[in-house]
């Protein structure tokens, strides 16, 4: 996806609407990693997949997944799904054509409303455990000063 032809291919070859498929069937195994090549394709912010998503009813579905709740607890990292879900829908809101049919469609969702202008990437883990720092006193250098190479 880094380029035009590669975001043509995406679309003439019903790319996306094999990954519409997915995030629409909402499946426990895929939905998340189906939402992070979405999101991944929409940030490029190439018009035509932009407006293929927009087209497909992409939004609708991405407003059902942030609507649905405790539903949706049965997919694996459902967190994550649901920040990619609302990535998705602020990329495609800042479509130079579509944008503002998009940006209708969102002042009308209450659920949109709750995240919007919530900071998501707080939620997505980078890997399969978590990191923990626990706090507590800072050793001490040689001079007095605490020893930062520690931390």
Known sequence: LSNDSCAE?????????????????????TLTLALDTLKTAVLKKIGMI???????GLIATLLDILNAGTELSYVEDITAARVH????????????DK????????EDSE????????????????????D???????PAAEDGTADRSVL
């Open 111 to 130: 659920v949109w409303q709750h995240c919007k202008d919530q900071r998501h990437d707080l939620f997505i883990s980078r890997g399969p455990f978590v």
């Open 85 to 96: 879900a609302i990535d998705i829908v602020k990329a495609l809101s800042e479509d130079p």
């Open 132 to 138: 923990l720092r626990i706090a507590g006193p800072e």
């Open 50 to 56: 932009n407006r293929a998503a927009i087209d497909l």
């Open 99 to 106: 944008g503002p049919m998009v940006c209708a469609l969102l």
């Open 9 to 29: 291919g995406l679309v003439s070859a019903q790319g996306l609407k094999v990954l519409y498929t997915i995030v629409n069937r909402k499946p426990k195994k």
